[in-house]
């Protein structure tokens, strides 16, 4: 069964903790995504990949930092430096190369940082 | 540049009744369009989408949105509601030469029973 699985579902932390969310999809895509989600905010892009070994920043990619060492992991460290980390965190993945593909995504994990 | 305005941040309608969600965009090349459903807790998945072929464009669900070049749209529809249609959804640009999308802010859809 294709698809993207992100663990944990849900996830609390003391501030001032790093913490490391993960992504892996089966869809063998080339491209593969970071995004956050707040309240009547829609999702802004934290960062993504085109390839493996390769990684770039989104809109909000400060305090946060990726790997993507394989092309069917992406995982994402929320460091100490976020000043607001609370919220949700939506990992997706496309078919990468020209043209637009729609993406597909994980059913998120909810960050909670106190 | 890209962007999306949905133009209502929460609709509710009766369940058997129509469905309209309203999408605006900008984009500086020839876009792509989606709508993307979340239930709550969820992931995002994608309800139909918009590559430039036919305009009326048929998604999964009974959801149907129409590209309107001349108005800047990408309004979202459903002839019958049904109780399972209580969600968010978004409207998603992205432009031709940048794979990057850009969503709106999104609308609730709450259903009556």
């Known amino acids: 069964d294709g698809g993207i699985t992100q663990s944990p579902k849900y996830l609390f932390r003391k501030e001032g903790q790093n913490v490391t969310l993960s992504c892996e999809q089966n869809l063998n895509h080339d491209a593969m995504y970071w995004y956050r989600q707040d309240p009547g905010q829609g999702l802004r892009l934290i960062y993504y990949?085109?390839?493996?070994?390769?990684?770039q920043k989104g809109d909000i990619a400060e305090g946060y930092s990726v790997s993507r060492e394989k092309k069917e992991s992406f995982p994402l460290t929320v460091t100490s430096a976020q000043k607001n980390p609370t919220a949700f965190y939506l990992c997706?993945?496309?078919?990468?190369?020209?043209?637009?593909?729609?993406?597909?995504f994980g059913p998120g994990t909810r960050l909670t940082v106190t | 540049a890209q962007s999306v305005t949905q133009l209502d941040s929460h609709v509710s309608v009766s369940e058997g009744t129509p469905v309209l969600l309203r999408c605006n965009y900008s984009?500086?090349?020839?876009?792509?369009l989606f709508w993307y459903v979340q239930h709550p807790n969820k992931g995002l998945q994608l309800l139909l989408k918009?590559?430039?072929?036919?305009?009326l464009v048929k998604g999964i669900n009974g959801f149907e949105a129409e590209f309107k070049k001349s108005e800047t749209s990408f309004h979202l529809t459903k002839p019958s509601a049904h109780m399972s249609d209580a969600a968010e959804y978004f409207c998603v640009v992205s432009s031709s030469n940048d794979y990057k999308l850009s969503f709106g802010a999104g609308t609730t859809v709450t259903v009556r029973a």
């Open positions: 990949s085109q390839i493996v070994n390769d990684f």
């Open positions: 918009y590559t430039s072929a036919a305009t």
């Open positions: 984009s500086s090349y020839s876009p792509s």
């Open positions: 997706a993945s496309s078919i990468s190369g020209t043209g637009v593909y729609e993406q597909y």
